[in-house]
């Protein structure tokens, strides 16, 4: 994270530069401290810790493994997909089921977190929770592959 009392320094003496680049220099000095704020106020992680999120994001995948439907598409079709989404960080894998269902015109997602670790107190048990989140909405992001299995399967014929 760059530190940016080197920034202010460096407008403070402003030697070598225009007027021009000095009022650009600030003006992104205020941008920057400005949009960190924000960050902190939206999501409560230091600069540090966001940036920590955004670089070690890990990897995901999801697996589709099971799909019914009833026989004939009408308005009353009733459709389930069941997907299987990974996400591994560092030495750690999550993997959570989701059950997608199709009802009256619409598709719906269901998550049931299972296996949750137990924790020593009620902030460390949010804070994992909010780490599993994270991380299930990474998973989540739909690859080209299931994109295509998913269109496969779900036809309006």
């Known amino acids: 994270m760059?530190?940016?009392?080197?920034?202010?320094?460096?407008?403070?003496?402003?030697?070598?530069?225009?007027?021009?680049?000095?009022a650009l220099f600030e003006s992104a000095l205020n941008e920057i401290t400005e949009l960190r704020a924000k960050v902190l106020a939206f999501g409560g992680f230091s600069p540090a810790d966001t940036a920590n999120l955004i670089t070690e994001c890990g990897k995901a995948s999801q697996q589709l493994?099971?799909?019914e439907r009833s026989p004939n598409y009408t308005s009353e079709t009733v459709?389930?997909?069941?997907?299987?989404?990974?996400?591994?960080?560092?030495?750690?894998?999550?993997?959570?089921?989701?059950?997608?269902?199709?009802?009256?015109?619409?598709?719906?997602?269901?998550?049931?977190?299972?296996?949750?670790?137990?924790?020593?107190s009620p902030e460390a048990a949010l804070g994992k929770l909010s780490d599993w989140l994270m991380r299930l909405g990474l998973a989540s992001q739909v690859g080209s592959e299931l994109r295509e299995t998913m269109g496969a399967l779900w036809r309006r014929d």
Do not use: I
């Not at 760059?2 to 000095?22: I, K």
């Open 2 to 22: 760059t530190d940016l009392n080197l920034f202010r320094n460096m407008l403070t003496y402003g030697e070598g530069y225009t007027t021009e680049q000095m």
């Open 65 to 67: 493994v099971h799909f």
């Open 79 to 120: 459709a389930s997909m069941r997907v299987v989404l990974r996400h591994s960080k560092s030495r750690s894998m999550l993997e959570q089921e989701v059950m997608l269902t199709y009802q009256h015109g619409s598709w719906f997602a269901r998550v049931t977190v299972s296996d949750f670790p137990e924790c020593d």
